[in-house]
């Protein structure tokens, strides 16, 4: 087992990575205050792990909720299911919320307890890669909008997070692979040696061998904890976290919540961002195929849905959070393993990049 | 005009009281970073100063969302209309929101501005006596829920508070008189000097005397301000605040949003909470003589509806926000002036009471 911290001053909380955690009570329990804790999964994770979980809270007063499974169910409406839940229940403000699955559960799990009788205390069990690499970390939370990604949310930090690597023995490969993107980005934004080793590994790591899946997952996680340590609100480099999500997000979007996973929109929105940057002169034509060729490894798409065209892109990517005052800023690349932010990029450029790689789609 | 300062470091705002303030355009523009400005109001205030307020920000790129008027539609639909809107005209994390209104309009523009895309800026211009004195100071924002009130929110505290008193001359008799409720409230917590000072000048309050009114903003807005400062999270004393506040929300929720205005349920809750004080031995007949009277000759009711039974109420009651594992807290008073926080009351002394209170209300 090995323990990360995330240095928020008072909110800081530490990220536990191993084996067989799910099952160790002495996770959880010092990080609950109150006397109720409401566990929140979904109805893939519930019949895997919610047992478990439970078991580990028999000293409390437990009650749980299952959501539908999806990224389309990221909602308002889904989200008041969590809402019934605690009233009908008469959980206080000193319960303790766990999100007990993916990045949906998570993301609502933390944006219910951020806005929950004004605020109450959550408590992060990430079961995909996806979830304990990325979404677990840092105190975003939100749920979707029929016009945007994560539109409506709060910055809420959790009071720990558990990535119990033993979870992902029962992910689906689909989801693994999804996972990926989000730990090749930390290389792409500042990394050229996890990279590497990346290029080295991918297989071990789609065979699920533990040691790979513990380093990588130990890697991103400090990658991320460092830049929200720095940055919690956003205000400057965590944008860089955005590495791809800007395409991505208007992938999501634009195909349907759901249909395509985060995970290969943002992989088809990082090849994107490299094929833009070598457009503009930044990064050779080689850093765009090694790139390809790397997700490709992970069994990711490099190219966008053929469903889609240029102007959904533009109409989409225009209310993105990264728009300031209309001013549209993507996270692009100067090198392999060195990502940069940049604004008032000539949108015809974006245009044109957008089309061809449509093309080469279809 | 006045000035008050809500001291809350980095989070500090001026809470300006006057006359003609909508018009001046000064009081706005220093708070607007963004060029994007979305001026929330109601059916009710919108023919009345929507026009002034917009022409104060005649620099801005502004927009309007004019929500239905009452408690029954601060919920999480109506909430959705004001994100609608925002996606709609693309405004993004540096935008500006207004709140142009009562207290609904306030609490809901506060949570969508806590919520739009993790956080953007909002200002308060209270409309009604009521948000003057109490809801748009504090950064308290949030919507209902069926099974409980402004069950869902968050802090949020606003760039500025901009009190016009012009605008209570066109607000009707009984929304003044609910606002009188959270007036009175002030001195029964902490100012024995301003109780009597409103037994002396209720009348004048009652026929608009605008030095009158402005005294008692002013008064009451120091009072809640000196208060939020010291305990912004109420995690302590600023839950003197809630002073008749949970009967008043069980009347609210029991009754039917809408139904009865919140000062009303305030007022009847006060009473209640008198009540018991005496029924506990804390208080004499006399200062609760003196509250019914005080309360009546403000033209707010001093007992709880009749269509209710204390058996809703104790139900009601279960799942307020003051509940802190299991235990009812509750305000209550040792003296007239002198509001107390008191845990443990016995459950069986509360029915009591409440049982009378309704037997007399029939």
């Known amino acids: 087992m090995q323990t990360l911290t995330v240095d928020l001053g008072e909110r800081s909380y530490p990220i536990h990575i191993g084996s067989n955690l799910l099952g160790d009570p002495q996770w959880l329990t010092s990080h609950i205050h109150g006397q109720q804790v409401m566990v929140v999964t979904n109805e893939t994770v519930a019949p895997l792990y919610l047992k478990k979980c439970l078991a580990a809270l028999s000293d409390y007063r437990t009650e749980a909720v299952i959501l539908p499974d999806g990224e389309q169910y990221k909602n308002l409406d889904v989200l008041n299911t969590i809402y019934d839940a605690l009233l009908t229940h008469h959980f206080d403000r000193r319960c303790t919320l766990i999100a007990l699955g993916g990045g949906v559960v998570g993301d609502m799990t933390g944006f219910a307890a951020a806005s929950y009788q004004r605020g109450v205390n959550f408590i992060q069990i990430p079961t995909t890669l996806l979830s304990q690499v990325d979404s677990s970390v840092g105190g975003k939370t939100g749920v979707n909008h029929p016009r945007g990604k994560n539109m409506i949310g709060a910055f809420?930090?959790?009071?720990?997070?558990?990535?119990?690597i033993d979870t992902l023995n029962t992910l689906d490969d689909r989801q693994l692979s999804a996972g990926l993107a989000e730990v090749i980005k930390y290389g792409l934004i500042n990394d050229i040696e996890f990279v590497d080793w990346l290029e080295t590994n991918m297989d071990k790591l789609l065979q699920r061998d533990s040691d790979a899946l513990a380093y990588a997952i130990k890697l991103s996680c400090q990658d991320k904890a460092d830049i929200v340590a720095a940055d919690e609100k956003e205000?400057?480099?965590?944008?860089?976290?955005?590495?791809?999500?800007?395409?991505?997000?208007?992938?999501?979007?634009?195909?349907?919540?759901?249909?395509w996973l985060h995970g290969e929109a943002i992989a088809a929105g990082m090849v994107l961002a490299a094929e833009l940057s070598h457009q503009l002169g930044w990064v050779d034509s080689a850093v765009v195929a090694r790139i390809r060729t790397l997700m490709a490894s992970a069994n990711l798409p490099i190219t966008p849905p053929k469903e889609m065209n240029a102007q959904q892109f533009v109409d989409l990517m225009a209310v993105d959070k990264k728009v300031i005052d209309g001013k549209l800023r993507l996270v692009l690349m100067d090198a392999l393993g060195n990502s940069i932010i940049a604004e008032g990029v000539d949108p015809k450029v974006i245009e044109g990049v957008l089309k061809r790689s449509l093309e080469s789609a279809s």
């Open 156 to 164: 809420h930090q959790p009071q720990c997070v558990l990535a119990d």
């Open 235 to 259: 205000s400057g480099q965590r944008a860089l976290l955005n590495l791809g999500h800007t395409f991505g997000h208007a992938i999501e979007t634009g195909m349907g919540y759901g249909e």
